[in-house]
């Protein structure tokens, strides 16, 4: 009953219990619904009153009609009906109180007679009604009978049955299989075919108000091809008023969430969450889809979450098809393609100055014709070139016919759009899309577009070229949105980034999924739970109505939302609302590689977070019409360029810039200097090109230099005579053999009287430089980090507020430092007043301040102002490997392998590819720290011990920590780096197990110490006893073995037994075999 003359909607026919007995096949009170046979389809039987045409004679076409001779809506309202319309129903054999409760739904309807009707089985129950898979005896067809109760109205209304065509299947049932899987082409017709049907309701005043895939029926050929529900309750007319009860949930993300048999529908089940997500109305609906009615969130009609939930399925109506065989010419007639609004044009576009031409979509209704998308980047055609739309997608020929671009689309295509979103779509005959440029983002990204796992964003080359750029905008598997830059042309991508969100988790419900802007014009992360995250330092913004938004992956490396007023004037152009990062100058604290924000050999400078580059005195830009590029000299330098005759100050001059630095990349470093000092060391070295002189230090760097910025320090470039202008502004000569005469001879005249004030001070002075070089020489050597004041560090840290741990000799602080992008950092204090911290102090510093490595945490620098020792790293935002494998959730097996493979290939670079060896002396989980993208790093060089080029072995102290240090620390040998090894395989079986390597909890002694209870579950074959609960480590038995065979041989007693950490980590890798431990002479050591 309701909307019978859809096709997607069930029609019905009332029938008459007179005799209150059935021909029943049916086990009494069969248990429920089972879907296995399907549910309900409708056999209708109509007989015209005042006609005695029989049903025989009835076409088909009038018996799967609804309506009276009329064309009426079978809907029915509640109320009092006109006495003739009661009296015709009465006489047609219906009761009285159900003609008043039917009212004109059944008119022109006489009801059928239940003993007609054989009922095989029950096949559903609800509040109100019985389900029955039943024969219709007069014609041996197939029904469903649908036994109704009107609880409030009539108590003899438990002997009126509904009549349905028999249909195999409801959408939970067909879902809830494991052998079915449902193709995504099948899930939007059955959602297409869904809106027809609602729609054909609603356009008659009707709702259904229990839209679920229970009251979804398919046929076979899994078509949507009825809505059915409690009808004579949920299906009503109310003229005026269309407004639901109560929430029942989203189709789409039922059909979505319960294919079991199509794991990529995960992915569209969170893009649907993205497209509600947008509107924001709703937040705490996505762990409810199971349960409908515990939707508790703001009260939005099931249909709008439905149609929400739609968005990517659905073809845009009001949007003009583009048809196969239809074609663009560049600089023809015909160039471009226009969605309705004229807002976006597809086609050919032709840039400014040049005579090519790109195929790309823009703003075509504004003077400035902004690209938003572009395909033939790296091969602009010529006039002539013809783009065209065939069944295999679009094509793109220059003018002698070579093909130059493809869209390949993931079907056959039908037609083409362009929408009013700036989406360019092509479609198959069902209206799905098999390709769509929102898929294949270039630079930029509109509103309603989504940037999934995996996407990314490139920038332009450069403002006028459109080829791949030197920045990406990556949102990686892991969840987390990164700004890289990036190495051209081999495309190699430069950490750290410039940018990162953070929101990589272990538990992928919490990590990033999507990158979504809305058409509220905002851009932020949807996680995998459909929890929202903003980007940080990224400013709320009200949203100015009748605007274009557009957000931009500049060629500078920033990433700009813009803003355009529709109704601007001629001369407006983009406004900037954000940019990440706010000053990509400074964003960087660290970077060992990559030329930085501007090119080598140039430094950057930044207006309202709008970078530009500057060439050093003396040099110019590589490219004149790219000041990215970076820059050259314009001098020949070097060692071996002169003939050696001539002294240094007489070939070069030095000239300053100050607040000027290249921050990493020092070669040497001096100290304590003064400027004179610095200046003659550059000067006489044929290495030097710059010298960056700051506080009493001095650094040594040669070309070419990276990421120069504007920062605190002095900046001496060593410049050939005759090529810096004398005009420069920028710059002046320090030295000048003219203007050192003349002072020499104005200083001579008051030769006696500086020297009755000089000699009683030389004693002092003397004594006072002995005593600041000998206090640097006791704290830091040559490093290329990054010297803090105190107060910086202070301000950072916020008065050293938020402590994040401690240890022997300090503590350690969160802190944000207060430039560039807001670097959050971890500052550890040392206790000055012990000579142990002074002497950790050093060994860090000395460890890995020339140390870069992916499995190391990076030190950016240091502050050794008067009696303050402090450090600064790297901040790991999901804190030690002991967290995650002693807290809950513990890391999977994958991730505890991928943790422990990169912990070994760091202590491989730590022994084997450092300059020095270094010796960490501490290896625990507790100094593993695990970054946002859940990479371990070794941390806590504290205790680190660095031999010399060639030596092997060491006498020192006894260092480390009680379960983790190697017995040969108390046998007064030299210790090598076996002792990390040995360290190191303590961890391993902590890794394995997810526990620690003494554990006073477990009640037998046995199990007490891992390494010995590892061993005897190897022994009895029980290897699966030390990952209990860990299905995946225990599937993959091959490589646990191993990994368990490899720790017992880090492990050994005599360490001329144990590998070196290459060879383990070739053994966890499986390129080597590991054999059973000849001897079992292993120990935990307690001390």
């Not at 987390?480 to 830059?485: D, K, Q, Y």
């Not at 003219?738 to 005249?749: R, V």
């Not at 008065?799 to 022997?808: H, I, N, R």
């Amino acid at each position: 009953m309701g909307c019978v003359t859809s096709k997607q909607a069930v029609s019905v026919t009332p029938a008459l219990d007179h005799s209150s007995s059935f021909r029943d096949n049916a086990a009494a009170g069969g248990s429920g619904r089972s879907r296995g046979s399907g549910v309900v389809d409708l056999e209708k039987k109509k007989k015209r009153i005042d006609s005695g045409v029989s049903e025989n004679e009835l076409g088909e076409s009038e018996r799967v009609s609804s309506n009276g001779g009329g064309g009426e809506s079978l809907s029915f309202r509640l109320g009092n009906l006109q006495k003739y319309v009661e009296g015709e129903q009465v006489a047609a054999g219906w009761p009285a109180w159900f003609s008043a409760v039917a009212g004109e739904a059944i008119q022109g309807w006489v009801p059928l007679s239940a003993d007609s009707f054989e009922k095989l089985e029950k096949v559903g129950q609800g509040t109100y009604s019985s389900v029955f898979h039943a024969r219709n005896l007069e014609t041996g067809r197939i029904v469903a009978l649908k036994k109704v109760r009107f609880d409030n109205f009539e108590p003899e209304s438990v002997r009126i049955y509904l009549v349905f065509e028999y249909m195999e299947h409801d959408i939970s049932g067909l879902l809830s299989s494991p052998d079915i899987k449902l193709s995504e082409a099948q899930v939007k017709c059955d959602m297409k075919q869904l809106l027809s049907g609602l729609e054909h309701c609603h356009s008659r005043g009707t709702m259904h108000r229990d839209i679920k895939g229970a009251n979804l029926l398919t046929t076979s050929n899994q078509l949507i091809s009825s809505l059915y529900g409690t009808v004579l309750l949920n299906f009503c007319w109310v003229p005026r008023i269309m407004e639901p009860q109560w929430i029942s949930g989203v189709l789409a993300v039922y059909l979505l969430n319960y294919s079991s048999g199509a794991p990529s529908f995960r992915a569209e089940l969170r893009y649907d969450f993205g497209y509600i997500a947008i509107c924001k109305r709703v937040t705490t609906t996505w762990n409810a889809v199971r349960a409908p009615s515990s939707m508790a969130s703001s009260p939005i009609p099931n249909l709008f979450l439905l149609l929400l939930s739609l968005l990517p399925f659905l073809p845009i109506l009001s949007a003009s098809n583009i048809t196969l065989s239809s074609s663009l010419s560049a600089n023809g007639d015909n160039s471009s393609w226009i969605s309705p609004s004229g807002d976006f044009a597809f086609g050919f576009y032709q840039p400014d100055n040049t005579n090519t031409f790109l195929l790309a979509i823009w703003y075509a209704n504004i003077p400035e014709k902004t690209i938003v998308w572009h395909a033939n980047t790296t091969n602009p055609v010529q006039a002539g070139s013809k783009v065209e739309l065939t069944a295999s997608g679009l094509t793109l020929n220059d003018p002698n016919g070579q093909t130059i671009w493809t869209s390949q689309p993931n079907g056959t295509v039908s037609y083409g759009t362009m929408l009013d979103t700036g989406n360019f779509v092509l479609s198959d005959t069902n209206s799905n899309y098999v390709w769509a440029s929102f898929s294949y983002p270039t630079d930029t990204i509109l509103p309603t577009q989504i940037l999934p796992l995996g996407g990314m964003l490139y920038s332009k080359f450069s403002e006028t070229n459109y080829s791949k750029g030197r920045f990406e905008l990556h949102f990686t598997n892991g969840g987390n949105l990164e700004l890289n830059l990036v190495a051209w042309p081999s495309e190699l991508i430069y950490t750290p980034p410039y940018y990162s969100s953070g929101t990589a988790n272990l538990n992928s419900s919490e990590s990033g999924f999507q990158l979504v802007f809305n058409q509220s014009a905002d851009i932020y992360i949807v996680k995998g739970n459909g929890g929202v995250v903003q980007l940080s330092s990224w400013q709320n913004i009200v949203q100015i109505s009748n605007s274009y938004y557009r957000a931009t992956l500049d060629f500078d490396g920033v990433f700009r939302e813009y803003v355009y007023a529709k109704t601007s004037v001629s001369d407006q152009s983009w406004s900037i609302v954000r940019r990440i990062p706010d000053n990509i100058c400074m964003a960087l604290i660290n970077q060992q590689v990559g030329s930085g924000a501007c090119g080598f050999n140039s430094y950057c400078t930044a207006n309202d977070g709008t970078p530009s580059c500057q060439c050093p005195p003396g040099y110019s830009f590589m490219d004149p019409n790219n000041n990215f590029g970076g820059c050259k000299p314009n001098f020949p330098q070097g060692c071996g360029v002169d003939d050696g005759t001539k002294k240094p100050e007489d070939v070069y001059d030095l000239v300053e810039i100050q607040g000027v630095n290249w921050p990493f990349g020092d070669y040497e470093s001096l100290g304590p200097y003064n400027q004179t000092q610095c200046e003659q060391a550059c000067l006489n070295d044929c290495l030097c090109d710059v010298a960056i002189f700051g506080g009493t230090i001095c650094w040594k760097k040669k070309l070419p230099l990276f990421n120069g910025r504007m920062e605190a320090g002095l900046a001496i470039i060593k410049v050939r005579k005759g090529s810096v202008p004398p005009s420069g502004s920028s710059s002046f000569p320090i030295s000048n053999s003219k203007k050192d005469k003349q002072i020499l001879l104005w200083s001579s005249g008051f030769v006696n009287v500086l020297l009755l004030v000089v000699i009683p001070l030389m004693f002092f002075s003397i004594r006072w430089k002995r005593s600041r070089k000998a206090e640097h020489d006791s704290s830091v050597p040559e490093t290329n980090l990054h010297l803090f004041t105190f107060e910086e560090l202070k301000e950072a840290t916020e008065g050293f507020k938020d402590e994040l741990g401690s240890g022997s000799f300090g503590i350690v602080y969160k802190g944000v430092l207060k430039v560039g992008s807001k670097k959050q950092v971890a500052v550890k204090k040392l206790d000055k007043t012990t000579q142990e911290g002074e002497r950790e102090f050093k060994a860090e510093v000395s460890a890995i301040g020339k140390t870069h490595h992916k499995n190391l945490v990076q030190l950016f620098g240091y502050c050794q102002e008067g009696p303050h020792r402090l450090l600064v790293y790297e901040f790991m935002s999901n804190g030690s490997l002991a967290n995650f494998l002693f807290g809950l959730p513990r890391p999977d097996w994958y991730q505890r392998t991928q943790m422990a493979l990169g912990i070994a290939r760091g202590l491989v670079y730590l022994h084997e590819d450092c300059n020095a060896p270094i010796i960490h002396c501490d290896i625990k989980p507790e100094n593993i720290l695990i970054d946002q993208n859940f990479t371990a790093r070794i941390s806590d060089f504290g205790l680190a011990k660095s031999l010399l080029l060639n030596q092997t072995r060491t006498h020192t102290g006894i260092r480390g920590t009680r379960g983790y240090v190697a017995p040969e620390w108390f046998k007064n040998v030299p210790v090598t780096v076996k002792v990390d090894v040995y360290s190191f395989g303590v961890m391993l079986l902590e890794i394995i197990c997810c526990r620690k390597s003494v554990a006073k909890e477990f009640g037998e002694e046995e199990k007490a110490i891992l390494t010995d209870w590892a061993y005897d579950c190897y022994m009895n074959g029980r290897l699966d006893i030390l990952v209990d609960n860990d299905q995946a480590a225990i599937e993959d038995k091959v490589t646990l073995g191993r990994w368990i065979l490899t720790a017992f041989w880090c492990i050994q007693e005599d360490p001329s037994k144990r590998p070196t950490m290459k060879m383990v980590t070739q053994m966890l890798e499986g390129y080597v075999d590991v054999p059973i431990p000849t001897s079992t002479s292993f120990s935990y050591s307690s001390s």
